[in-house]
Nanobody
């Protein structure tokens, strides 16, 4: 059974940093694309960042490019999202998800497994 568990969310002031982690059981991150998505109140869930198994390439949403960094620790089977220079508009529930076919897609429909999410709140 695949289980993804996010951690590291919380309340931070604008300009601050948070580090989110996604731990997996029942699946090995190093074989798949892992993505981070977020959903703000009243809005649709949106792509934030991903890291592919093939070559470890990464992609980011324009809104977080240069501020967020996604990385993978194969030994610990975790994927981390380092978030710097946070803005109030980054406030959302953040989810990690796995694309079993390693397509590197930003589309939510490609992702088979999802965590329960962790709340990130950025105050102004």
């Amino acid at each position: 059974q695949v289980q993804l568990v996010e951690s590291g969310g919380g309340l931070v002031q604008a300009g601050g940093s948070l580090r989110l982690s996604c731990a997996a059981s029942g699946v090995t991150f190093r074989s798949y694309t892992t993505g981070w998505f977020r959903q703000a109140p009243g809005k649709e869930r949106e792509f934030v960042a991903l890291i592919r198994w093939s070559g470890g390439s990464t992609r980011y949403a324009d809104s977080v490019e240069g501020r967020f960094t996604i990385s993978r620790d194969n030994a610990k089977n975790t994927v981390t999202l380092q978030m710097n220079s946070l803005k109030p508009e980054d406030t959302a529930v953040y989810y990690c998800a796995v694309d079993r076919f390693d397509t590197g897609s930003r589309s939510l429909a490609r992702y088979s497994y999802w965590g329960q999410g962790t709340q990130v709140t950025v105050s102004s």
